[in-house]
């Protein structure tokens, strides 16, 4: 079993930040790549940032230059920090993770998601 418990988010004025954290737990024997997506309501999952085992990152367009992606493999944990944030960022956002699990098998796991509001 392998688990993804995040934390941060909330709700933050217009320009201001914010800093999300995922913690993977459970039965990993590696972590490849990992991930923060959003979903606002009505609208699709999207892959917000990405970054691979090695640190490489890319970012969505609509986030470049204020978002920052950044892992910490020691704790298996993932982090997003937002700046200037503004009221199109609003959604829950779920982090992902690629896991192989000491039983020798990848899969893709979940975060629980967490809201941020950004209000304007």
């Known amino acids: 079993q392998v688990q993804l418990v995040q934390s941060g988010g909330g709700l933050v004025q217009a320009g201001g930040s914010l800093r999300l954290s995922c913690a993977a737990s459970?039965?990993?024997?590696?972590?490849?790549?990992m991930g923060w997506y959003r979903q606002a309501p009505g609208k699709q999952r999207e892959l917000v940032a990405p970054?691979?085992?090695?640190?490489?990152?890319s970012y969505a367009d609509s986030v470049k230059g204020r978002f920052t992606i950044s892992r910490d493999n020691a704790k298996n944990t993932v982090y997003l920090q937002m700046k200037n944030l503004k009221p199109a960022d609003a959604a829950v956002y779920y982090c992902?993770?690629?896991?192989?699990?000491?039983?020798?098998?990848?899969?893709?796991?979940w975060g629980q998601g967490t809201p941020v509001t950004v209000s304007s």
């Open positions: 992902n993770a690629e896991v192989l699990t000491i039983l020798a098998y990848t899969t893709h796991y």
């Open positions: 970054i691979t085992g090695g640190g490489s990152t």
């Open positions: 459970g039965t990993i024997f590696s972590i490849n790549c």
